[in-house]
């Protein structure tokens, strides 16, 4: 399956941004996803994750309460709805996808399939 992520941008402290992760070349039903970010000298680490028909979700203790992820199947899209942001919430956004089992939740960082980075910036 290949990811592209999209709608990265500039938001001020306590603005909203939302990014989408599209899928193509396999149904996107077949995978758990999650969205992961990167800040300049930093690790990859998970920020949301989400089950194959997106009963199940994660959420890093960092962005509960203020991020929200889903996914539309018959879209072969994913999103993340950003509220309330803050400056830390900086930093390259990539969205990923694994072959998961019905219900499962992958916060690992091995995931199989990843898209392009986009880049999320918060004003102070």
């Known amino acids: 399956v290949q990811l592209q992520a999209s709608g990265g941008g500039l938001a001020q402290a306590g603005g909203s941004l939302s990014l989408s992760c599209a899928a193509s070349?396999?149904?996107?039903?077949?995978?758990?996803m999650g969205w992961f970010r990167q800040a300049p000298g930093k690790e990859r680490d998970l920020v949301a994750a989400i089950s194959r028909a997106g009963t199940r979700k994660y959420y890093v203790d960092s962005v509960k309460g203020r991020f929200t992820i889903s996914r539309d199947n018959a879209k072969n899209t994913m999103l993340l709805e950003m509220n309330s942001l803050r400056p830390e919430d900086t930093a390259v956004y990539y969205c990923?996808?694994?072959?998961?089992?019905?219900?499962?939740?992958?916060?690992?960082?091995?995931?199989?399939?990843w898209g392009q980075g986009t880049q999320v910036t918060v004003s102070s």
């Open positions: 990923a996808a694994n072959r998961a089992v019905t219900g499962e939740v992958i916060t690992r960082r091995s995931y199989e399939n």
């Open positions: 070349g396999r149904p996107l039903s077949n995978y758990a």
